[in-house]
Each structure stands twice: as C-alpha cells, then as structure tokens.
C-alpha cells in the first residue's frame, strides 16, 4: 500500500469522523487488536475516532473454572495434556501449566489438534487430553481429530471441550450494557467460516453496520473507512472487504463438521458469565471422547483475581491502563490474569506497543 492510498483512506476516515463528532467502533477480534498497534494503524487515526476491544481473544474469554480443571487433568497420573502454547502461561486459582510441568506434569504445545491425536496413537499408554478452546476458526481442526481419533478407534485421546461461538457472545455484550457503538469491525478468521451473511443477526436487531476485514494495513484502514462512512450516512449494513477469503456462505465443509462433531451448549465466559448456546458440547457417538465425563473433572466456578481487569476489558468496558495492576504487578512475564498472557490480548498488545513512561519492563 503506497502513501497516497494511506492518505486518501485517512481523508475519508476524518470527513466520516468530522461529520458524526465521535465515532465509537468495537473490533472484535484479537488479532485485529494486535494489527492495528503492530502496523500503526492505530496511531494514524483523527482523536475523534476511539477503537474499543471486544470479546475476541479466545484464551481471554476462556473460565477461571475451565483451566482448573486443565491443571486437575494434568495432575493426574498416566496423563498428558496437549494445548495451544497461550494457554500454558495463563494463571488458574493454584499456578499455570506451565508451573505444573515444572514440577513434572506432562504438558505439551502442539500446533494442531492431530498433533494430539498423533501423540495419542504414538503413547497408548498415556491418556491425552487436548484442550479445545477458541472459536469458530479452531473448532473445525478439532472436529477433524475427533473423527480421525473416532475412526482409528483411539481411546486414550480426549478433548476438555471449551469452543466458543462468537454471535450469541455478541448478541450479549450488545443486548446489555451500552457501549454507544457505531459499528463493528469484525473478524477475518471465523468469518472465513461462518461467512458474511452471519452478521445479518446482528445488523437488524441493533441497526449496527458490520464490516469484516483482514489484518494488513489497508485492510485496517479500508474496514475502518467503511464503518465510518456508514456511521456518517446513518446506515447499518454488513460489508465484506475481505472478499478474498471470505464468502456470503462461509466454509460448508468446515461448517458441516462442526455440525456432524457437535451441539450448541451454554458456556461461561470469563467475568460474563453462562451465555446460553455460546458453547459447544459432543454429540453422540462421540461424547465417550469428553475429558470431563471420562476422567470425572470439575468445572468450577469462574474467578477473576483481585483488581484484575480483564472481564471489563473483554467486555470494551475498560482500558488496560484503568487496571491498577497494568505494567506493574502484571506483566507479560509474570501475568496476572490472560489479557496480558495471549499473543491476542489486549493488555498484551498495549503493553508492548502503548507502554506510558514510567510503567515497569
């Protein structure tokens, strides 16, 4: 993207701003939270313009009562548990997995769900247990090891089912509190699987525009331009400039298993509490593949500890630097809760590239 694309999408975002007074537009996603500092995106914006950061960094809006019951697994003899490397450091009530593979837990990082799979095939004497988080993008690869787990009649592999769906999230944070939005900046990844047309839901009942982008500058700036300009005009529609990857449909293979794997279940979000249909449980015949049924785990209540912030910060309710804890007694090297843990968090992000002077390294 050359200077004179830049400026003139700039131009477009300040005469969008300039004739509202105020724009207020959410991105949902987490990696959209990173993009923007990371590129300076951000900082290129008129002041009239405020991005907030919403509920779209999976490890963040993943239960207190879900991780423990990651470390009660991993206590367990003979078992091992497989995760994604951001969920490893994030503080459950007695320490992090990380802490317990200090003191001898099996903990392992994979990069895919087959990895865990694999794992399970190459140690039948081990009972592994992945740790199924994230939303619409990540589901898909989990239902596919399922399947392959199902077929090759594994069973000493096993999932702590903590998927999360992303519409009746929003259908929450937009139905209660008033966050006065004037527009979403939605996400790249799920949208790839749920398709444009999903956000239809959102666009009629709140009369909130929609624009789903990608993550490299001018996508940024080209997805911010056309909520701003919808904002102007007093529209509320749903706008994909992300036509390369996503489609009206999204991904029906991708959806299709999903289905096939799963049932829509409540599900509690860290500081939000139990949305209704927010999650994902396992359909028969392969509910035999739920950790929490097989190995007797405990969902215990949510927690957040004391002063931490990250619920309201979830919930675009607060900024990181509100929390009293924020590049002090929280850091991304000792966290205290997962906002600053996740590579998708936004107190990480803000950390890294917003520090104020004065505030600890």
Known sequence: MNEQEVNALLTRIRAAVDAVGEIRLMEVCGTHTVSLFRSGVKSMLPAGLRLISGPGCPVCVTSQGY???????????????????????????????????????DVRVVYSARDAVAFARNHPDRRVVFLAVGFETTTPP???????????????????????????????????TDLGLHGLLCPGHVSVILGSDAYRQIVEPYRLP?????????????????????????EA??????????????????????????????????????????????REPYARFDAVTE???TIGPDYEPPGCLCGR?????????????????????????????????????????????????
């Open 210 to 234: 929609c624009v789903i982008a990608g993550f490299e500058p001018r996508q940024l700036l080209l997805g911010i331009a056309h909520l701003c300009e919808q904002a102007a005009r007093g």
């Open 142 to 176: 989990t239902a596919a090891a399922i399947l392959e787990a199902h077929a090759a009649g594994l069973d000493n592999f096993l999932i702590l089912p903590g998927h999360k769906r992303v519409m009746p999230a929003l259908h929450a944070l937009l139905g209660g």
């Open 237 to 282: 529609k749903v706008e994909n400039v992300y036509g390369v990857a996503v489609h009206p449909q999204g991904n029906p293979i991708a959806l299709r298993w999903i289905e096939q794997i799963f049932q829509t279940a409540p599900a509690i979000w860290r500081a939000i509490g139990e949305i209704p249909d927010s999650g994902l449980a396992l």
């Open 313 to 361: 910060i979830i919930q675009g309710l607060e900024e990181p630097l509100a929390c009293p804890h924020f590049g002090a007694s929280c850091t991304p090297m000792r966290p205290v809760g997962p906002c600053m843990v996740s590579s998708e968090g936004t107190c990480a992000a803000w950390y890294k590239y917003r520090r104020t002077d004065g505030l600890a390294d």
């Open 67 to 105: 991780l423990d019951a990651a470390c009660e697994a991993a206590a367990r003899e003979g078992v091992t548990v497989c995760t994604y490397g951001d969920m490893v450091r994030v503080p459950s009530r007695d320490g992090s997995l990380e802490q317990m593979r200090g003191q001898g837990a």
């Open 295 to 297: 190995l007797g785990l």
